[in-house]
């Protein structure tokens, strides 16, 4: 018999232990930029090198970062479950952790893409993206973000994905954020769904929900200890 599915929704709050801004935490914005000025479609017609200043420090950042405990909880499960992880994170700190299956919905920071062709993607050498980088249809570079007020493409995969969950684990997300935060919707009715987050989520409108409420890497302890009573992950 195969390992039950472990289906892991996760988002800033598992990141921001490991020193990753999240914009919600300051009334939206991120180290003191607008999000509307820097991360939509209208952001980057009006203001293209203020766009990519700032995806080129969050960039510069994330190489100064590590993965958390949270991180290396969610690999370690690999053990015991078919873990797949789908996050709204950019950053690669899930796979640098040592993760097997990650799908991210919102794009992925050290990526690029084609400004013509969404679908010519590259892995950008070093953290600085500038006005003039082009792809090979000779177009300029952007970042491989999923801006604000764009569709998301996995989100259908995502979706699937969630319905062949055996069990549900959500951590570092509120919820808030659509439409992923949709995504528990897909999950069947008799999964049993685990929500790490230090906040009094509302989650009665949750079938077989467990709030543990605590930040991630102190919250995925106690999942573990939960599912896993004799595990050594402590």
């Given at each position: 018999m195969?390992?039950?599915r472990?289906?892991?929704?996760?988002?800033?709050g598992?990141?921001?232990?490991?020193?990753?801004?999240t914009?919600r935490d300051?009334?939206?914005?991120w180290?003191n930029?607008d999000?509307?000025?820097v991360?939509?479609p209208?952001?980057?017609?009006k203001?293209m090198?203020?766009v990519l200043?700032?995806?080129?420090?969050r960039r510069?950042q994330?190489?100064?970062v590590?993965?958390?405990?949270?991180?290396?909880?969610?690999?370690?499960l690999?053990?015991?479950f078919?873990?797949?992880?789908?996050t709204?994170?950019v950053d690669d700190?899930q796979?640098?952790a040592?993760?097997t299956q990650?799908?991210h919905?919102?794009?992925?920071?050290?990526?690029?893409?084609?400004?013509i062709?969404?679908?010519l993607?590259?892995?950008?050498e070093g953290w600085?993206?500038k006005?003039?980088?082009?792809c090979?249809l000779g177009?300029?570079?952007?970042?491989?973000?999923v801006?604000f007020?764009?569709?998301v493409?996995?989100?259908?995969?995502?979706?699937?994905?969630?319905q062949?969950a055996d069990m549900?684990?959500?951590?570092?997300t509120?919820l808030?954020?659509y439409p992923?935060?949709g995504l528990v919707?897909y999950a069947?009715?008799?999964?049993?769904?685990?929500?790490i987050d230090?906040a009094?989520?509302p989650?009665?409108?949750?079938?077989?929900a467990?709030?543990?409420?605590?930040k991630a890497?102190?919250g995925?302890k106690?999942?573990?200890?939960?599912?896993l009573?004799?595990?050594?992950?402590?």
């Open positions: 195969g390992k039950l472990l289906v892991v929704l996760s988002g800033a598992i990141s921001a232990e490991s020193g990753i801004s914009f300051s009334g939206g914005l180290e930029y999000i509307s000025e991360a939509t209208q952001a980057w017609k203001n090198p203020l200043e700032f995806y080129n420090q510069k994330l190489y100064e590590e993965p958390n405990s949270a991180h290396f909880d969610l690999v370690e690999e053990k015991y078919d873990v797949r992880i789908i709204q994170n700190l796979e640098r040592g993760s990650v799908m919905l919102h794009g992925e920071l050290k990526k690029v893409r084609s400004s062709d969404e679908d993607v590259h892995t950008l600085e993206l006005k003039g980088d082009l090979k177009s300029q570079l952007r970042p491989h973000i801006w007020g764009e569709p493409p996995m989100m259908s995969e995502a979706a699937e994905l969630t062949t549900l684990l959500i951590v570092g509120s808030n954020v992923a935060a919707e069947r009715s008799n999964t049993p769904v685990y929500i230090p009094s989520l989650v009665a409108h949750i079938p077989n467990v709030l543990i409420k605590e890497t102190i995925m106690q999942f573990v200890r939960t599912v009573p004799s595990s050594p992950i402590s």
